[in-house]
């Protein structure tokens, strides 16, 4: 054998050394769960659970918005993408196209929250003035019976599913204000209100709520909304509210796996989805999944 | 005007300045996302062959410089987006210019130069995506996205010219237009009008490059792509590339692939006076054993390097690991290139390639 061959050998056998070792590397993963903001702070909270009664299962639960959550599943580098909003039609094209398998489990419901700084005197908004603010059509809360105050608009970034599903359900479509703070998540927002009087924000419901006292969180004021001028308003916290359809603007919250999860994938969601689960859902400030969607889980979990 | 009067106008431009900038500071307008990205690729070669066709001289082993990106984009808005890219080749024997001494010289430096210089303006109608200026043109884009691993290796068309020797006129950018859409999931497609010139030349003829391709996908994970251009090399003259991609992701975690084009241009006539044709093929397939860490690749290409010299066919073989040893930041991507030629007065080549991935 010459030394040319001799040097392919080895090459080869080198090359074959590194696959065999990343095999091996590979048997003990990690469950990934990357996606929407709104459900980071929940789904680790549910996976710490998990993990403290099976610790031969570890989950990472990264953020980044229901965008980086889908790209993540097309990709293939996650097993669980979260989102806040319904899987857009190019999205599922992609799939398809992929060969992705795009299995969706309800987790929550949320009542999208519309909040300002508690020294705002407005008590509630109708649909259509919330569309006109982030619109910026409305520039001064005295347009909408407030006080006369430039409006200050705080949002999510276009990743996010909440900045997508405002967008789609509330301005119908429309482009938001250009006005319009991004903010990378929840708590930014949040932060936002507190210190600026002349705000509005939208958030998850279980971000506002202050655990400790079981109230709005000190220096937020929450929005009661009503469907259209002359209708009852009401609030996300209002759980009949939310689950009939009254709060007009509670969806919701999802996790998408590539087929019908397996292994300890499956078993990660079904802890979620129990009844346990559901406690710790309800206990961070989302509401639980009954009816139809609950019974979608059941048959996407077979 | 003297001196002191170009400082007070200069200071004056200044204040102006500043108070403007304040103004705007003041405005409660966010600027829109914006990213800077930079990624490098290059190879320590190592040449297992000293006596093949392209190993013969013999070559010594080798840092080679592959390409650096430089890359702007600025989404702004829901529907628009810009992107600006610098790309820095490996220009071997590029002219520089000395102005000083109102001369040039060949020499051996990296020069950036722009390969992207376009806006995307998307829409729900259709999923449109239309591309206004330097574009990526659409010959062997959707194989590039599918190989995934160009800092390894082109894809089949793209990579023609490096390997053969031979110019196909196929660009990966040029200026012009181009709308991506979807008429069902099953079924999209993409159309181009460009120069046809490329990004490294100037146009100089009033023919322009017509482009398109249709992609359907009649079950979930299977894609099958025909795609053509067309463009008139003068008055009575064309050159046209067809092309067939087909894509297999049924498995999971494993991705087969499959290229096919033929190339033909009137302008260029063979010694026996049949038209200039030139084709190939490539299959190559990944396997992601963790998507996060390992890929293993393997590709065969087929090129038929150019009938008007009547060279004959060559094979290439290209094997190898994508390890993600620092996450998506750093990729160490040891490959092997083999080469096989039906001219049995030219010995195999192979060579061996790790290949560093940086992006950041």
Request: proline share 3%.
């Given at each position: 054998?010459?030394?040319?061959?001799?040097?392919?050998?080895?090459?080869?056998?080198?090359?074959?050394?590194?696959?065999?070792?990343?095999?091996?590397?590979?048997?003990?993963?990690?469950?990934?769960?990357?996606?929407?903001?709104?459900?980071?702070?929940?789904?680790?909270?549910?996976?710490?659970?998990?993990?403290?009664?099976?610790?031969?299962?570890?989950?990472?639960?990264?953020?980044?918005?229901?965008?980086?959550?889908?790209?993540?599943?097309?990709?293939?580098?996650?097993?669980?993408?979260?989102?806040?909003?319904?899987?857009?039609?190019?999205?599922?094209?992609?799939?398809?196209?992929?060969?992705?398998?795009?299995?969706?489990?309800?987790?929550?419901?949320?009542?999208?929250?519309?909040?300002?700084?508690?020294?705002?005197?407005?008590?509630?908004?109708?649909?259509?003035?919330?569309?006109?603010?982030?619109?910026?059509?409305?520039?001064?809360?005295?347009?909408?019976?407030?006080?006369?105050?430039?409006?200050?608009?705080?949002?999510?970034?276009?990743?996010?599913?909440?900045?997508?599903?405002?967008?789609?359900?509330?301005?119908?479509?429309?482009?938001?204000?250009?006005?319009?703070?991004?903010?990378?998540?929840?708590?930014?927002?949040?932060?936002?209100?507190?210190?600026?009087?002349?705000?509005?924000?939208?958030?998850?419901?279980?971000?506002?709520?202050?655990?400790?006292?079981?109230?709005?969180?000190?220096?937020?004021?929450?929005?009661?909304?009503?469907?259209?001028?002359?209708?009852?308003?009401?609030?996300?916290?209002?759980?009949?509210?939310?689950?009939?359809?009254?709060?007009?603007?509670?969806?919701?919250?999802?996790?998408?796996?590539?087929?019908?999860?397996?292994?300890?994938?499956?078993?990660?969601?079904?802890?979620?989805?129990?009844?346990?689960?559901?406690?710790?859902?309800?206990?961070?400030?989302?509401?639980?999944?009954?009816?139809?969607?609950?019974?979608?889980?059941?048959?996407?979990?077979? | 005007?003297?001196?002191?009067?170009?400082?007070?106008?200069?200071?004056?431009?200044?204040?102006?300045?500043?108070?403007?900038?304040?103004?705007?500071?003041?405005?409660?307008?966010?600027?829109?996302?914006?990213?800077?990205?930079?990624?490098?690729?290059?190879?320590?070669?190592?040449?297992?062959?000293?006596?093949?066709?392209?190993?013969?001289?013999?070559?010594?082993?080798?840092?080679?410089?592959?390409?650096?990106?430089?890359?702007?984009?600025?989404?702004?808005?829901?529907?628009?987006?810009?992107?600006?890219?610098?790309?820095?080749?490996?220009?071997?024997?590029?002219?520089?210019?000395?102005?000083?001494?109102?001369s040039t010289k060949k020499d051996d430096k990296?020069?950036?130069?722009?390969k992207h210089l376009f806006l995307e303006w998307?829409?729900?109608?259709?999923?449109?995506?239309?591309?206004?200026?330097?574009?990526?043109?659409?010959?062997?884009?959707?194989?590039?996205?599918?190989?995934?691993?160009?800092?390894?290796?082109?894809?089949?068309?793209?990579?023609?010219?490096?390997?053969?020797?031979?110019?196909?006129?196929?660009?990966?950018?040029?200026?012009?237009?181009?709308?991506?859409?979807?008429?069902?999931?099953?079924?999209?497609?993409?159309?181009?009008?460009?120069?046809?010139?490329?990004?490294?030349?100037?146009?100089?003829?009033?023919?322009?490059?017509?482009?398109?391709?249709?992609?359907?996908?009649?079950?979930?994970?299977?894609?099958?792509?025909?795609?053509?251009?067309?463009?008139?090399?003068?008055?009575?003259?064309?050159?046209?590339?067809?092309?067939?991609?087909?894509?297999?992701?049924?498995?999971?975690?494993?991705?087969?692939?499959?290229?096919?084009?033929?190339?033909?241009?009137?302008?260029?006539?063979?010694?026996?006076?049949?038209?200039?044709?030139?084709?190939?093929?490539?299959?190559?397939?990944?396997?992601?054993?963790?998507?996060?860490?390992?890929?293993?690749?393997?590709?065969?290409?087929?090129?038929?390097?150019?009938?008007?010299?009547?060279?004959?066919?060559?094979?290439?073989?290209?094997?190898?690991?994508?390890?993600?040893?620092?996450?998506?930041?750093?990729r160490l991507q040891p490959n092997v290139w083999?080469?096989?030629?039906?001219?049995?007065?030219?010995?195999?080549?192979?060579?061996?390639?790790?290949?560093?991935?940086?992006?950041?």
């Amino acid at each position: 054998m010459n030394a040319k061959w001799i040097k392919i050998m080895v090459l080869a056998g080198l090359t074959l050394a590194v696959i065999f070792t990343s095999v091996l590397m590979a048997q003990n993963k990690m469950i990934q769960v990357k996606g929407s903001d709104t459900l980071v702070n929940l789904v680790q909270i549910l996976a710490e659970e998990f993990m403290a009664k099976n610790a031969s299962t570890p989950i990472a639960v990264l953020g980044g918005g229901s965008s980086t959550g889908v790209s993540a599943l097309l990709n293939g580098t996650t097993q669980i993408a979260d989102t806040s909003r319904d899987w857009k039609q190019k999205e599922l094209d992609q799939a398809w196209e992929k060969g992705i398998k795009v299995t969706l489990f309800a987790l929550a419901i949320d009542g999208l929250s519309i909040i300002v700084n508690e020294k705002n005197p407005l008590n509630e908004l109708t649909m259509e003035q919330v569309a006109a603010l982030y619109k910026g059509e409305v520039k001064n809360w005295k347009g909408i019976g407030g006080p006369d105050m430039k409006v200050s608009l705080y949002g999510r970034q276009s990743n996010s599913g909440t900045y997508t599903f405002l967008m789609e359900h509330v301005l119908k479509n429309k482009p938001y204000s250009t006005d319009m703070k991004e903010m990378n998540g929840n708590a930014q927002i949040i932060e936002g209100i507190l210190s600026d009087t002349a705000a509005v924000g939208y958030v998850g419901v279980g971000y506002i709520v202050d655990k400790s006292t079981g109230k709005v969180m000190k220096g937020l004021k929450l929005l009661n909304i009503s469907k259209a001028k002359g209708e009852a308003a009401f609030s996300p916290l209002d759980k009949d509210a939310v689950y009939s359809g009254k709060y007009p603007i509670s969806r919701p919250l999802w996790q998408a796996t590539n087929g019908s999860p397996k292994g300890g994938v499956k078993a990660f969601i079904e802890f979620e989805l129990g009844v346990e689960g559901q406690k710790i859902v309800e206990r961070e400030g989302f509401y639980p999944i009954v009816g139809p969607l609950a019974e979608q889980n059941l048959k996407n979990l077979k | 005007m003297k001196n002191h009067q170009i400082s007070k106008a200069g200071l004056a431009i200044l204040c102006l300045l500043a108070v403007s900038s304040f103004g705007w500071g003041q405005a409660a307008v966010v600027p829109p996302p914006q990213t800077f990205t930079t990624t490098v690729y290059f190879d320590y070669s190592a040449f297992a062959t000293t006596n093949g066709y392209l190993t013969s001289n013999p070559l010594s082993n080798k840092f080679h410089f592959r390409r650096a990106y430089f890359t702007y984009e600025n989404k702004i808005s829901d529907y628009l987006k810009f992107r600006f890219r610098y790309d820095a080749d490996n220009t071997v024997n590029i002219t520089s210019v000395d102005f000083a001494g109102k001369s040039t010289k060949k020499d051996d430096k990296l020069r950036p130069f722009i390969k992207h210089l376009f806006l995307e303006w998307s829409q729900d109608w259709l999923q449109s995506r239309f591309n206004i200026g330097m574009i990526e043109t659409l010959a062997f884009k959707p194989s590039e996205d599918r190989w995934g691993l160009r800092s390894v290796a082109k894809t089949l068309v793209d990579g023609y010219k490096d390997i053969t020797g031979t110019e196909i006129k196929a660009t990966s950018a040029d200026i012009g237009v181009s709308w991506k859409g979807a008429l069902a999931k099953q079924l999209r497609f993409a159309l181009g009008v460009h120069n046809g010139s490329a990004y490294s030349h100037a146009e100089t003829d009033k023919f322009k490059k017509i482009s398109g391709y249709l992609q359907l996908v009649p079950v979930a994970g299977l894609s099958i792509i025909g795609y053509g251009d067309y463009e008139k090399q003068n008055d009575n003259q064309k050159a046209v590339t067809t092309k067939i991609d087909v894509f297999f992701d049924m498995i999971s975690k494993i991705n087969i692939s499959f290229e096919w084009f033929n190339y033909n241009n009137e302008m260029y006539m063979n010694t026996d006076n049949s038209h200039y044709q030139v084709g190939g093929f490539s299959v190559f397939g990944t396997y992601k054993i963790d998507p996060d860490k390992f890929t293993v690749f393997a590709r065969y290409d087929h090129y038929q390097p150019n009938s008007r010299l009547s060279v004959k066919d060559q094979d290439l073989i290209i094997l190898g690991l994508d390890w993600f040893a620092w996450g998506a930041t750093g990729r160490l991507q040891p490959n092997v290139w083999i080469y096989s030629y039906k001219d049995a007065a030219r010995k195999q080549d192979v060579v061996f390639n790790l290949t560093f991935f940086l992006s950041f």
